[in-house]
């Protein structure tokens, strides 16, 4: 049983976890009011999932992401806000979503969020790249999510990998202007219908010639670069979300 680990100062937020996590079952979790308490539980016991708040009064500037990420932890962080110098400052953190506090303290989508990333590790997305580098930003984002990632650098590869993982519901394709790409899109619209098998490209320009004709030979989706972890992850659940 995975187990979770929320870090809130406030002990009605606490409660209200509390709560929820007696409910669901499928969790196990354990509740800290600061960055010190956070700190031992860590040392102590291995989390699958954290919920933290990134502003602590023992920890003012986010320092709890910092923590978790050394534990290996990628956390959902619960926040009244989210501005421009946050973001800038934790772009290279470990953060698999942002919450936005509402009025009424958003607990449940918290917990629901944590329900589909612990879903997502039945979900296969197959990558479809021939540069090592981006691939790996790609691969290092969907894992904290918890898919399965395939990939692929050749046409070829991606049909065996397809073969063999029939439930596979997620293509990546980052040849997008290249001619290969069209064949990938065009064979697997042969056996595999956007019902069973999405197809998302990534292009560096928005190239209308090179993207009409991906979207007229099946593809479903595409993303041009450079775009944030927040529209990708948008982007990856909406067409998950159009699956049969």
Do not use: W
Not at 149 to 165: H, M, R, T, W
Not at 175 to 192: D, G, H
């Amino acid at each position: 049983m995975p187990k979770v680990l929320v870090v809130q100062e406030s002990a009605i937020v606490r409660g209200v976890f509390e709560k929820i996590f007696e409910q669901h079952t499928l969790f196990e979790y354990e509740l800290a009011d600061s960055y010190e308490k956070a700190k031992t539980l860590l040392k102590s016991q291995t989390f699958e999932y954290a919920i933290i708040e990134r502003l602590l009064a023992d920890a003012p500037k986010g320092e709890i992401i910092a923590l978790c990420n050394k534990y290996d932890l990628a956390p959902i962080v619960f926040t009244d806000s989210i501005d421009e110098a946050f973001f800038e400052s934790f772009e290279g953190a470990n953060i698999v979503d942002y919450v936005i506090k509402q009025k009424y303290n958003n607990v449940t989508s918290v917990v629901k969020k944590l329900m589909q990333i612990e879903a997502n590790k039945e979900s296969k997305v197959l990558i479809v790249n021939s540069e090592g580098l981006f691939s790996k930003y790609l691969v290092q984002n969907l894992m904290l999510h918890n898919f399965r990632v395939f990939e692929a650098k050749s046409a070829n590869e991606s049909y065996q990998i397809l073969e063999k993982n029939p439930d596979i519901s997620l293509l990546i394709l980052d040849k997008s202007t290249s001619k290969e790409s069209f064949e990938i899109v065009a064979n697997i619209r042969r056996f595999k219908s956007s019902d069973e098998l999405r197809i998302l490209a990534i292009a560096d320009e928005s190239n209308s010639y090179s993207i009409s004709n991906l979207l007229h030979n099946g593809m479903d989706d595409y993303l041009i670069r450079p775009f944030s972890r927040t529209e990708f992850y948008v982007r990856i659940y909406q067409n998950i979300k159009n699956l049969r």
